[in-house]
């Protein structure tokens, strides 16, 4: 998929002792572009025409240094539709990102699963 947010080929390195399901990234991708949108209309509802990190709310509590970028940066403005895209958005939406694999991995792991699916997210 051409408008893919996410990094594909970096979702097994996170993902560390887990095989990789082809749905994930497309799924993965999908959930990130809600949260860019969700974060245009945060930015908007405050005036401004800027979107940036701190419109994506799932990272505040988020102190981990995390090593994969998975996010492709080229992708977000056009995701974000027009709007102008800070430099500590895709920061955040890494982090989003990486919060949600780790989920997925424990959900799997629960399910005594080593394949890590969509159905995961
Ligand atoms: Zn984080």
Redesign the pocket.
């Known amino acids: 998929m051409s408008d893919m947010l996410v990094v594909k080929a970096k979702l097994k390195d996170v993902c560390k002792g887990f095989n990789v399901a082809g749905d994930l990234a497309e799924a993965l991708s999908a959930k990130v572009g809600a949260a860019v949108e969700d974060a245009v209309k945060r930015a908007d509802s405050n005036g401004r025409k800027t979107v940036m990190g701190k419109d994506v709310p799932f990272?505040f509590a988020?102190s981990?240094k995390?090593e994969e970028s998975l996010i492709v940066k080229a992708k977000l403005k056009e995701a974000a539709k027009g709007a102008n895209v800070a430099g500590d958005l895709a920061e955040n939406l890494n982090?989003y990102a990486?919060?949600l694999l780790k989920g997925a991995c424990e959900r799997a792991e629960s399910n005594q699963r080593k394949t890590v699916m969509a159905k995961d997210l």
């Open positions: 990272c988020c981990a995390h982090c990486h919060g």
